[in-house]
C-alpha cells in the first residue's frame, strides 16, 4: 500500500510538473504546423512568467497576471511572426533572438521596478492560482484505491493545469475536425496549393501564432502564479527546449506530444524525488546527476528519434508569392 501511495504521489507531481510542457508543446505544435519553426518557445514562456509574476505582485490579482502574461507571449509570438511571415527573416534566429533578449531583460525589468536581485516579490496566496478542492474529494479520500486517485492524482491541481488538460482535445479537435484546422494543417504541407485556393497564408500563419503565443502565456503564467510564488532569473529552466522536443518526439500530434510531455514530467518528478536518496549497492545518486536528467532523455530521444520523424514540409520555408 505505501508502494502505491508512492506512486500517486508521483504521478501527482508528474501532472504538475508536465502542465507548462503541454501548454508549450501545444504552442510549437500549432504554429509549426502552419510552418513557423517556433524555438523561441523558451523566450516566451520566460516573458509570460514574468509578466504574470509582475501584474500579479501589483494588482493582487492571478487573473490580471495571467492576462499580463498571455499578452506579452502573443507581443513576442507575433514579433516572431512579422520576422518569420512579413519579412522571411531566418526563423531559427528569430527564435534564439527572443530567447537571448528575454532571458536578460526580464531579470532587468525585475531589479528596475522591484530592486529584488532580478525578481519579484513573493506572491500571497491570494495573487496564485490555488489548488482546486474537486467535489466530494476529502469524503472519498479514505476510500482504498479510489480514494487516493480521485483525491490525490485528480483533485488538488491550479485552474490552468485543469485548463491544459481540457485545452489538449480542444486542440486535437481544431486540428482535425474544423476547416480552419484543415487549412492550418495545409498551409504548414503546401501554402502554394492554400494560396491558389484564394486563401490567405499570411492570415493564416497569423493566427497560428496567435494561438501559439496564448498557449505559451498560459504556460509562463502557470510557473509563476500557479507553480511557483513570484518570478525568478532562468526559471523556465529550459522548459520552452523540453516542450519543442516533446512536440518532435510526439510527431507535431496533439495526443503522442502529450504522452511525451508526461514522459518529460515524469522525469522531472522523478529526479526531484530521487535527491538524496541512497540506492542498494550504489549509494546516495548525487544531485547534479539527477537533474540532468530530464536533459539527458531529451538529447537520447533527439538523437535515437528525430532523424526518422517528418516535419511539416514547408515548415521554416518563407512564403513569397508569385506574381
Known amino acids: 500500500m505505501e508502494f502505491f501511495t508512492d506512486?500517486?504521489?508521483?504521478m501527482d507531481s508528474t501532472l504538475r510538473t508536465a502542465t507548462p510542457l503541454v501548454l508549450a508543446a501545444l504552442a510549437g505544435l500549432v504554429a509549426e504546423r502552419s510552418g513557423i519553426v517556433d524555438i523561441g518557445l523558451e523566450g516566451k514562456m520566460l516573458a509570460a512568467a514574468f509578466a504574470a509574476a509582475a501584474a500579479a505582485a501589483v494588482t493582487g490579482s492571478p487573473w490580471m497576471g495571467m492576462l499580463a502574461g498571455v499578452g506579452a507571449s502573443v507581443f513576442l509570438?507575433?514579433?516572431?511572426?512579422?520576422?518569420?511571415?512579413?519579412?522571411r527573416g531566418n526563423q531559427i534566429v528569430s527564435g534564439m533572438a527572443i530567447n537571448i533578449a528575454v532571458a536578460g531583460l526580464a531579470p532587468t525589468l525585475a531589479n528596475f521596478w522591484f530592486q529584488k536581485g532580478g525578481q519579484t516579490p513573493l506572491l500571497g496566496d491570494e495573487a496564485r492560482f490555488s489548488t482546486i478542492t474537486l467535489p466530494f474529494a476529502d469524503a472519498l479520500a479514505d476510500v482504498p484505491v479510489i480514494g487516493a486517485l480521485y483525491s490525490e492524482l485528480i483533485s488538488g491541481h491550479n485552474l490552468i493545469t485543469y485548463l491544459a488538460a481540457a485545452l489538449i482535445p480542444l486542440v486535437a479537435w481544431m486540428l482535425y475536425k474544423t476547416r480552419f484546422g484543415l487549412r492550418l494543417r495545409a498551409v504548414g504541407e503546401n501554402p502554394e496549393a492554400v494560396d491558389t485556393a484564394g486563401i490567405s497564408v499570411t492570415l493564416l500563419r497569423y493566427q497560428a501564432m496567435v494561438i501559439a503565443g496564448v498557449l505559451c502565456?498560459?504556460?509562463?503564467?502557470?510557473?509563476?502564479t500557479g507553480l511557483g510564488g513570484g518570478f525568478i532569473r532562468d526559471m523556465s529552466a529550459g522548459k520552452g527546449y523540453l516542450a519543442l522536443a516533446a512536440?518532435?518526439?510526439?510527431r507535431w500530434k496533439p495526443v503522442p506530444t502529450l504522452l511525451a510531455c508526461l514522459l518529460f514530467g515524469f522525469v522531472d518528478a522523478l529526479q526531484?524525488?530521487?535527491?538524496?536518496?541512497?540506492?542498494?549497492?550504489?549509494?546516495e545518486i548525487p544531485v547534479q546527476f539527477?537533474?540532468?536528467?530530464?536533459?539527458?532523455?531529451?538529447?537520447?530521444?533527439?538523437?535515437?528519434?528525430?532523424?526518422?520523424?517528418?516535419?511539416?514540409?514547408?515548415?521554416?520555408?518563407?512564403?513569397?508569392?508569385?506574381?
Open 77 to 87: 509570438a507575433l514579433l516572431h511572426g512579422w520576422v518569420s511571415i512579413a519579412q
Open 247 to 250: 512536440m518532435i518526439f510526439g
Open 290 to 323: 539527477t537533474m540532468m536528467l530530464p536533459y539527458v532523455l531529451t538529447v537520447v530521444i533527439l538523437a535515437g528519434f528525430a532523424g526518422r520523424m517528418d516535419a511539416p514540409k514547408a515548415s521554416g520555408t518563407p512564403y513569397e508569392k508569385d506574381h
Open 7 to 10: 506512486m500517486i504521489l508521483l
Open 272 to 283: 526531484g524525488r530521487l535527491q538524496g536518496v541512497a540506492l542498494p549497492l550504489i549509494g
Open 217 to 224: 502565456g498560459l504556460s509562463g503564467s502557470v510557473l509563476s
